[in-house]
């Protein structure tokens, strides 16, 4: 079965300071891949995605994610971390079936907390 | 704004009782997904419909149902509900017509279930 781990649940970094969030997948396919945001009391929101090619992909709000087939990670990173940055990561992933991709399986999540 | 909106967003009831959740897809979306959210056990996919016909099925318990109708959108239906029903219930959306199916999802800000 398809499965995710985000094996931090809670990481606390001082503004400015850069971050890193661990994601590591089991699958025998090659994966679609991706981060989602999640602030309190709002839904998912997407921050990147890797389908194939450059396996360092960019998205939103300064976020990269570097792709490695040996590790079967999906590490999300950025630089310098704003205040802003405080919420809920979610690495997800989906396999490209026969019928279509396979419903995103979600890991449970690294909560980000920010300090002055 | 991912277009994807969730009726309604705040609902309290008790054991025993039935409720419906509606969703409306982003315009044009053919998919619909209905995850739920809670703190024990992450983010779970429950159930996909695509153009009106189931496609994929999750951990959706007996007492739970859906339906897509021919607009779209979609109704996740709760029965004979219990304490650990309460959650986070997620509804997205994805796939226009003549577009390549990526797992990608559009995610709505949520209902939020309480049992009491």
């Known amino acids: 079965a398809q499965s995710v781990t985000q094996p931090d649940i809670h990481i606390t970094v001082s503004e400015g300071a850069s971050l890193e969030l661990r994601c590591n997948y089991s699958y025998g396919a090659t994966p679609y891949l991706f981060w989602y945001v999640q602030s309190p009391g709002q839904g998912l929101q997407l921050l990147l995605k890797y389908f194939s090619g450059d396996t360092l992909v960019q998205g939103i709000k300064g976020f990269e994610a570097e792709f490695k087939r040996s590790q079967s990670s999906f590490n999300l990173r950025k630089p310098s971390v704003h205040w802003s940055d405080a919420a809920e990561y979610f690495c997800?992933?989906?396999?490209?079936?026969?019928?279509?991709?396979?419903?995103?399986?979600f890991g449970k999540g690294t909560r980000l907390s920010v300090i002055a | 704004d991912s277009g994807v909106t969730q009726t309604p967003k705040h609902l309290i009831t008790a054991t025993g009782q039935r409720v419906t959740l509606r969703c409306s897809p982003r315009s044009g979306d053919l998919s619909v997904y209905w995850y739920q959210q809670s703190l024990d056990q992450g983010l779970q996919f429950l159930i996909q419909y695509y153009n009106g016909e189931e496609r994929a099925k999750g951990n959706i318990l007996e007492r739970f149902s859906a339906q897509q109708f021919p607009d779209l959108h979609s109704e996740l239906n709760l029965s004979s509900l219990e304490l650990g029903d309460s959650a986070l219930y997620f509804c997205?959306?994805?796939?226009?017509?003549?577009?390549?199916?990526?797992?990608?999802?559009?995610f709505g800000e949520g209902s939020r279930l309480t049992v009491l």
């Open positions: 997800a992933v989906s396999i490209k079936g026969s019928s279509g991709n396979t419903p995103l399986v």
């Open positions: 997205a959306s994805s796939v226009r017509p003549g577009q390549q199916e990526t797992g990608e999802l559009f």
